[in-house]
C-alpha cells in the first residue's frame, strides 16, 4: 500500500539545499527543518503547498488572524497535534492511502458503471504533457508512453483539480478559468505554510470556513458533473473539479486512469479565493486576475497591491503579512505568482515569477499609489508605442520595440525608482522621485526606439518613417508626463 503520510511522495529541500522524499507527516512536522517542496512544475508544487495548507487548516481551525500570528511564532507545528489528528482521520479505516479500493486518498474508488468508459493514459493528468488541448509542453511522448510513479501521480491529480479548464472532460476548476495566484515565501517551508493560511475572519464575505470538510474526513460519491450550489473554503481547497481513480500495476507505477466529470461548482458568488488577486470590473462586480501569454506578473503588481485602495480584493496573505509576520526579513515581501494561460479548454503557457516588495511600500497609500501609477504609465507608453510603430513598420517590429522597452522599465520601476519611492521623506522629494521616474520613462523609450528602429535600415524611406514614428511617440510620452506631474 502506498501512505501519502509515511512513503516519499513529497520533494522537500533542506535548509542546507539537499533534497529528499518524505511522506505529508514528516513534511508538517519537520516544516522547519526545509526550505520549500518541490514539484514536477511550478503549478504542480503550488498544488501540492494547497494541499499542505489545507490539512493545516483542519488540523489548527484558525478562527482569528491573531491565531495565525500565535503560529508563526511558535516556530514549528505540534507534532502530537497531527498525530492527533492523523488517528482520528482514520479512526474509521484507512483514509491516506493513495492506492486504496475502497477510499483512495483525493480520488473516487473504481465504480464499474460510472468509470467503465472513462480510462485515459496517464498523461491526461499532467498538464505539460501531450494530453488533449495540452500544446504548450516540451514532451513529445506520445500520450500512452507517459509512465507515473506515485509522487508524480500525486502531484498530478492535485495540479489537474486546481487548474482544468472547462471541456469536453467536465466543469473547470473552482476558480473558473485558472486565475493568477500569489502566495508569500517564507524562509522556511514552516513560514510559507502558515503565512498563506487564512482564519475564518480573514475570509470574504462570510464564507463558511467548512471544519471538516476535506475528502479524507467524510465519504462522498462524486456522481459527473453533480452541481453544487453553494461552497466552504475548506471545500475549495481541495475540490475536485474531475472524478479520477489511479491504476496502480504492480511495479507501483501509473499507466492508465480513469478520468471523467467531477464536481461542478455552479453558485455562490461570495466565494474569492484567498491566494487570487481580484480587480474591479466596469459594472462594479470582482473579477480575478488572469495570467496573460506574454504578459509578466510585475506587469500587474499595481492591480494586487492597490486591490484595498481601489475598492477590490488583494490576496488575503500579502494584505495581512504586515499583521502575521513580525519579523520580514530585510523588510521584504516575496511575492509568487504562479498562473496557467489557458483558451476555452486549451493550454497555452505558464507564468511564474517572483516579485519582491518592500514592506514599506504595502504599508503606505500613498507610495504604493504612485508606484501603481507607474507601472500604468509603462503601460500606457507601451500600448501606444506599439500601436503606433506597427501602422509604420509591422507588428513584429512594434513587438520588439515593446518588449525591450518593458524590459528596461521592469529594471526602473523594481530597482531605482522604488528605492527612491521608499525613501522619500515629504512632498518635495516625492515631486523629485516623480521627475527621476519620468526621465528614466523618457530614457528607455528612446533607447527602445533607436535601438530596434536604427536596425530596420538606413535608407532615405527608413529613416523617414522612424523620424515619423519617434516623433509620435515621444511627442504623446512628454505630454502625458507633463499632464502627471512626471516632467
Not at 453533480?226 to 481541495?238: G, R
Not at 511495479?251 to 466529470?261: F, G, I, K
Request: with cysteine.
Amino acid at each position: 500500500m502506498i501512505s501519502v503520510l509515511d512513503d516519499g511522495l513529497f520533494n522537500v529541500v533542506s535548509i542546507d539545499g539537499s533534497r529528499r522524499k518524505v511522506g505529508l507527516r514528516e513534511v508538517l512536522v519537520n516544516a522547519h527543518k526545509y526550505s520549500d517542496l518541490c514539484g514536477r512544475t511550478p503549478t504542480g508544487r503550488l498544488a501540492l503547498l494547497r494541499l499542505c495548507v489545507a490539512f493545516l487548516e483542519d488540523i489548527y481551525r484558525p478562527k482569528t488572524i491573531e491565531d495565525r500570528m500565535d503560529l508563526l511564532e511558535s516556530c514549528r507545528f505540534s507534532k502530537d497535534r497531527i498525530e492527533a489528528y492523523c488517528a482520528d482521520c482514520e479512526a474509521g479505516g484507512p483514509v491516506f492511502y493513495l492506492d486504496d479500493q475502497k477510499r483512495p486518498f483525493m480520488q473516487m474508488p473504481y465504480d464499474a458503471v460510472l468509470d467503465e468508459r472513462a480510462e485515459k493514459p496517464a498523461a491526461a493528468i499532467f498538464m505539460d504533457v501531450p494530453s488533449g488541448n495540452a500544446h504548450a509542453h516540451t514532451d513529445h511522448r506520445r500520450m500512452e508512453e507517459v509512465i507515473a510513479d506515485a509522487s508524480e501521480a500525486l502531484e498530478g491529480i492535485l495540479e489537474t483539480y486546481l487548474f482544468c479548464t472547462a471541456g469536453t472532460q467536465g466543469p473547470s476548476s473552482v476558480n473558473n478559468t485558472p486565475p493568477m495566484y500569489c502566495v508569500l515565501r517564507g524562509r522556511t517551508l514552516f513560514e510559507t505554510l502558515v503565512l498563506n493560511m487564512v482564519a475564518a475572519d480573514e475570509l470574504a464575505n462570510n464564507i463558511p470556513f467548512g471544519e471538516g470538510c476535506v475528502p479524507w474526513r467524510r465519504e462522498m460519491v462524486i456522481q459527473p458533473k453533480e452541481s453544487v450550489p453553494v461552497i466552504s473554503f475548506l471545500e475549495a481547497l481541495t475540490w475536485q473539479p474531475r472524478r479520477i481513480t489511479l491504476t496502480f500495476d504492480e511495479d507501483h507505477l501509473v499507466h492508465r486512469v480513469y478520468l471523467q466529470a467531477g464536481r461542478n461548482f455552479v453558485g455562490d458568488e461570495r466565494w474569492r479565493d484567498p491566494w487570487v488577486p481580484y480587480q474591479k470590473r466596469k459594472d462594479g462586480s470582482d473579477g480575478s486576475i488572469k495570467p496573460r501569454l506574454g504578459r509578466q506578473l510585475w506587469r500587474d503588481a499595481g492591480n494586487i497591491l492597490l486591490a484595498k485602495k481601489n475598492g477590490s480584493i488583494e490576496p488575503v496573505p500579502i494584505a495581512n503579512a504586515e499583521y502575521v509576520w513580525r519579523d520580514i526579513p530585510n523588510g521584504i515581501l516575496p511575492i509568487e505568482g504562479i498562473g496557467l494561460i489557458t483558451d476555452q479548454a486549451s493550454v497555452l503557457g505558464l507564468t511564474h515569477e517572483v516579485l519582491r516588495i518592500p514592506e514599506v511600500l504595502v504599508q503606505d497609500d500613498l507610495r504604493v499609489g504612485w508606484f501603481g501609477k507607474w507601472i500604468e504609465m509603462a503601460e500606457e507608453m507601451y500600448s501606444v508605442s506599439t500601436k503606433i510603430i506597427a501602422t509604420e513598420y509591422s507588428q513584429t517590429v512594434a513587438r520588439f520595440v515593446g518588449e525591450h522597452f518593458l524590459g528596461q522599465m521592469r529594471n526602473e520601476i523594481f530597482g531605482a525608482s522604488l528605492e527612491r519611492l521608499i525613501s522619500v521623506t515629504d512632498a518635495e522629494e516625492m515631486t523629485e522621485a516623480q521627475r527621476a521616474f519620468g526621465d528614466a520613462l523618457l530614457r528607455a523609450l528612446r533607447d527602445s526606439l533607436r535601438d530596434k528602429l536604427e536596425n530596420s535600415g538606413s535608407s532615405v524611406t527608413n529613416m523617414k518613417r522612424q523620424n515619423a514614428a519617434e516623433g509620435k511617440t515621444m511627442g504623446y510620452c512628454i505630454r502625458r508626463l507633463k499632464e502627471e506631474g512626471m516632467r
